[in-house]
């Protein structure tokens, strides 16, 4: 069962394949990807506007120069933050971070402290709660990051949305969190 149904019907049934040529949803660096593996550079933004779009922060100068101030050796943060950056990986690998396996699901409790020093800071830039999602393929550790949540207190936590990948499908978010929470001594 290594070959989804879909993947046999559009080869047994090329003709009834239709591929998207033009999105409404996504800015042209978060495009980028899909449009790679997916399209062989098919698809297009629909608009100028969709092409360009970025993050709204509205404390973005302020933040930025704190974080110059106090905080010159997170510089990592900045990038991750910065509105002008619309796809940014980071890799935990290095971290003391490992994973936690429980009946069956992942967790990973540095990752969602990870997640919510990030969601902080966005809230700090001026990006409102109710724009940020967090994704996550397991559901130990949707309920990790929830709980890291109620352990701060910290106002708006409740307005980030936070669920799986299927749950999301359809939504929209200016800022997407995904917590792929794997972490071992194998790197996989």
């Not at 997916?38 to 629909?46: E, G, N, T, V």
């Not at 922060?57 to 002008?84: C, F, G, I, T, Y």
């Not at 409790?109 to 990870?114: D, N, P, Q, R, Y």
């Not at 559901?139 to 799986?164: A, N, P």
Request: net charge negative; hydrophobic share 40%.
């Amino acid at each position: 069962m290594d070959i989804s149904l879909f993947k046999r019907l559009s080869d047994r049934y090329p003709d009834a394949v239709a591929y998207l040529k033009h999105q409404y949803r996504m800015n042209r660096d978060i495009m980028l990807l899909s449009n790679s593996l997916i399209y062989d550079h098919h698809l297009k933004c629909a608009s100028a506007q969709v092409a360009n779009e970025a993050l709204q922060l509205s404390h973005w100068n302020q933040w930025k120069e704190e974080m110059q101030r106090d905080r010159a050796n997170l510089m990592w943060l900045s990038s991750a933050v910065d509105p002008s950056n619309a796809v940014v990986f980071l890799d935990t690998d290095m971290l003391d971070a490992g994973e936690v396996r429980s009946h069956g699901s992942f967790s990973n409790v540095s990752e969602a402290k990870f997640i919510l020093l990030l969601i902080l800071e966005f809230l700090k830039a001026g990006l409102d709660a109710s724009n940020i999602g967090v994704i996550s393929p397991y559901r130990s550790q949707l309920k990790t990051i929830r709980t890291t949540f109620s352990s701060k207190q910290q106002e708006h936590l409740d307005d980030v949305e936070v669920d799986t990948v299927d749950k999301f499908q359809g939504r929209d978010k200016s800022c997407v969190l995904i917590s792929k929470e794997r972490s071992n001594k194998d790197r996989n």
